[in-house]
């Protein structure tokens, strides 16, 4: 019996270069489609859904704007690299000074450019400033964080309500 040389596997078939286009009428809306992908979620919401570890009367009169800070901190136009020295500094101060509640004002951040070639966060400062405040050394000291009020900030500022 003579050997039989095994056939070869077909080609996969490359997807069609041209594929079929929407209808599209003059004078109607075309389909936006955006590029942008979210990297995390927003940094106000995940704030919003930890868990009070501070008295609920106080933690509502702060929420809703109540309450006055006793200092502020003001971020804008900071690096990342000269930003987290400067809050750990200052939180540090304010828990000496014997402060009970600060805001932190980081800014809502600028858009990134949609056709980048990597995506790019909006607002480096808004979501770094809170995982800093639970790293050490900040985290023994921080009781809880939640966004600002709109009349100190809004979402471009945290109250950080520190322990005694």
């Given at each position: 019996?003579?050997?039989q040389?095994p056939?070869?596997?077909?080609a996969?078939?490359?997807?069609?270069?041209?594929a079929?286009?929407?209808?599209?009428?003059?004078g109607?809306k075309?389909?936006?489609?955006?590029?942008r992908?979210?990297?995390?979620?927003?940094?106000?919401?995940?704030?919003?859904?930890a868990?009070v570890?501070?008295?609920?009367?106080?933690h509502r009169r702060?929420?809703?704007?109540?309450?006055i800070?006793e200092a502020?901190?003001?971020?804008h136009?900071?690096?990342?690299?000269?930003?987290q020295p400067?809050?750990?500094?200052?939180?540090?101060?304010?828990?000496?000074?014997g402060?009970r509640l600060v805001l932190?004002?980081?800014?809502?951040?600028?858009?990134g450019?949609?056709f980048a070639?990597?995506p790019?966060?909006?607002?480096a400062?808004?979501?770094?400033?809170?995982?800093?405040?639970?790293m050490?050394?900040?985290d023994?000291?921080?009781?809880?964080?939640?966004p600002?009020h709109?009349?100190?900030?809004?979402?471009?500022a945290?109250?950080?309500?520190?322990?005694k």
């Open positions: 019996m003579p050997l040389e056939k070869p596997a077909p996969p078939r490359a997807p069609d270069p041209v079929p286009l929407p209808d599209f009428r003059i109607a075309s389909l936006k489609t955006t590029s992908i979210d990297l995390s979620p927003h940094p106000g919401q995940s704030l919003r859904d868990p570890r501070m008295d609920h009367k106080t702060m929420s809703q704007g109540k309450l800070p502020r901190l003001d971020l136009g900071m690096t990342l690299n000269i930003a400067v809050l750990v500094r200052f939180v540090l101060n304010a828990q000496a000074q402060f932190v004002i980081t800014g809502k951040g600028k858009a450019d949609e070639p990597l790019v966060r909006p607002g400062l808004r979501h770094n400033v809170p995982h800093w405040l639970h050490p050394p900040l023994r000291l921080v009781l809880q964080v939640r600002a709109r009349r100190h900030g809004g979402e471009g945290y109250y950080i309500y520190l322990r």
